[in-house]
């Protein structure tokens, strides 16, 4: 009866590439839906199970006729093995690959049922042509032919083997074609009329474009531009920010828990503006991630929409039936309580200035700043301006999502759902990770400094421009705070805050005033320790700033 469903599938796809009677072949790229026990594939119940990021193994247990699904990203070009397994012959697998997302939803890209021979195993072998996010359908024959009974436990495993990472472009690659295309005097005008938006400061202004103009006179012979002094730190960090929420308003808000966890998918994603209608092809944004789906984005939205009114302790609540949540602390323990497994990482990139595509490729645009530090040829080190801030992951029964919690220039320092992708040029280096698993105490003692943090800079920044930002701290004071309460310590440059005085019983104040403030000077053999601890040198293939590698070697001995 299996190979009868595989022989109707290829029939009524009119595609025999992956098909045959037997069962055999790895599947191919299909035009039509095809249907499962004389329905669409639609009419079956779907549980969204995880992302994947990389090569993957993944164990669990099929039960009736809900599907399982796994998603993952692809770019033009993407090749992908997948294996479906049943330990004990318990069922027999059936895969789906349907996508890609957004556009191709409910499109099936090519399936399999039974293996070679006689073997029951299901597998697959494609190269997708369309960005996007794809998902893998995990069941049994019984899941897609809706018999309630049929149960077992399977083994995917996912490996991708071409085309895995977003395409690139460097900035100077970017500058000398658009040079190509509209001149040297049409980059020049452009520049004019971008640069005052960016840099305020007429200096700044003119520091900058006489930087792109020595790279354009060298095509690739510049890996640092431009680059801007320590004292402009707190523009350079704002330039990348794209906060995926508003900062909410701070009167009291009682929410709903049974209508935030169960009611509606309507998330809110990012996306692409052009630059200029004279630069077609060119846009600033951020990739919209969707491997992650809406219910589970919307509820991460909605979490963190939550946390951020509760710090605020200003009335605010979480109900559900008799139950009531005022604080941090509450929500983080009723999660933990509920089944939900917290792991929270301290994390820097290099920040995406203007977070830039052209054509399709991402470009790898940092803005740089001078340190000030001496190298030992005489120039002075100029390091990728980074971002830091702390991930948190939660997993379990009522919401599968990923927040951020860091300090910007829209919302202050809160909480964020992660809804965008980040390129593969701005890396990440893990400086601490934490886990409800291991110790609860630790997961909700973090967050409730988190809390208090947003109280006294949300209560601060109010008369401030940008709430605050750059004059209180940036991204990387909020993950400096942070790592302070749970390590002890600071591993964490540059820091912008100003001067904090300490105050008895107050712990937050007495974390700042123990943070170094590198914009109104610092020790170089600290400031050094705590870049090398930062900036994620050598987590890239290839190293996209050579450069900085070699000075910070040059370096070793300070």
Excluded at 205 to 225: I, S
Excluded at 360 to 371: E, F, H, N, Q, S
Excluded at 519 to 538: K, M, S
Aim: aromatic share 8%; net charge negative.
């Amino acid at each position: 009866m299996r190979r009868v469903l595989t022989a109707a599938l290829c029939a009524l796809l009119l595609v025999p590439v992956g098909c045959d009677s037997s069962g055999g072949g790895a599947g191919g790229k299909v035009t039509d839906a095809p249907t499962f026990g004389g329905k669409s594939d639609s009419s079956f119940a779907i549980a969204e199970s995880g992302r994947f990021e990389g090569d993957t193994t993944v164990s669990g247990t099929v039960e009736g006729t809900e599907a399982l699904a796994y998603r993952f990203n692809a770019w033009a070009g993407t090749k992908v093995e997948i294996t479906l397994s049943s330990p004990g012959l318990e069922m027999d697998p059936y895969l789906v690959v349907d996508g890609p997302h957004p556009g191709g939803d409910g499109k099936i890209v090519a399936f399999n049922d039974d293996g070679p021979g006689d073997s029951l195993d299901s597998a697959l072998s494609l190269t997708l042509t369309e960005p996007g996010a794809y998902r893998i359908l995990v069941g049994s024959y019984g899941t897609f032919n809706e018999d309630p009974n049929d149960k077992g436990r399977f083994e995917l495993t996912f490996r991708c083997l071409e085309g895995c990472e977003m395409p690139q472009i460097s900035l100077a690659e970017l500058l000398t074609t658009l040079e190509a295309r509209l001149g040297a005097d049409g980059v020049a005008q452009l520049l004019d009329q971008s640069l005052p938006a960016l840099f305020p400061d007429a200096a700044t202004q003119a520091l900058v474009k006489q930087q792109v103009g020595a790279a354009l006179a060298a095509p690739g012979a510049v890996e640092a531009f431009p680059v801007l002094p320590m004292s402009a730190l707190s523009t350079v960090q704002g330039l990348f920010e794209r906060p995926d929420a508003v900062a909410p308003a701070p009167e009291p808000v009682e929410f709903q828990l049974d209508v935030l966890l169960r009611e509606g998918c309507s998330a809110e994603r990012p996306g692409w503006k052009p630059v200029s209608p004279q630069l077609p092809g060119l846009e600033t944004g951020t990739y919209a991630d969707y491997t992650v789906d809406e219910c589970n984005l919307q509820r991460a939205q909605e979490l963190a929409n939550v946390l951020n009114n509760l710090a605020l302790e200003n009335g605010s609540a979480v109900v559900s039936a008799d139950a009531r949540y005022e604080t941090v602390e509450d929500v983080f323990r009723a999660l933990i309580a509920a089944g939900h497994r917290v792991r929270i990482e301290n994390q820097s990139f290099y920040a995406n200035f203007l977070g830039l595509q052209f054509e399709g490729k991402a470009v790898i645009a940092p803005v740089w700043l001078d340190t000030g530090i001496a190298l030992p040829d005489g120039r002075t080190l100029a390091i990728p301006a980074p971002h830091s801030h702390h991930t948190i992951h939660i997993d379990g029964p009522l919401l599968r999502g990923r927040l951020m919690y860091y300090m910007g220039v829209s919302g202050g320092v809160s909480w964020r759902a992660v809804a965008g992708l980040r390129s593969p040029w701005n890396g990440v280096v893990t400086r601490y990770t934490y886990d409800s698993a291991v110790d609860a105490d630790q997961i909700v003692n973090l967050m409730v400094v988190a809390g208090e943090l947003r109280k006294r800079w949300a209560e601060e920044g109010r008369s401030l421009p940008a709430e605050g930002y750059g004059v209180l701290g940036v991204c990387s004071d909020s993950s400096a705070v942070l790592e302070l309460a749970a390590e002890g310590t600071v591993s964490i440059f540059p820091l912008a805050h100003g001067a904090v005085e300490a105050v008895e019983g107050d712990a937050v104040s007495n974390y700042l005033s123990a943070l170094p403030s590198d914009i109104y000077g610092f020790d170089e053999a600290d400031a050094l320790r705590r870049i090398r601890g930062t900036l994620p040198v050598g987590t890239m293939s290839p190293e996209p700033f050579p450069g900085l590698a070699s000075d910070l070697g040059s370096l070793a001995g300070q």
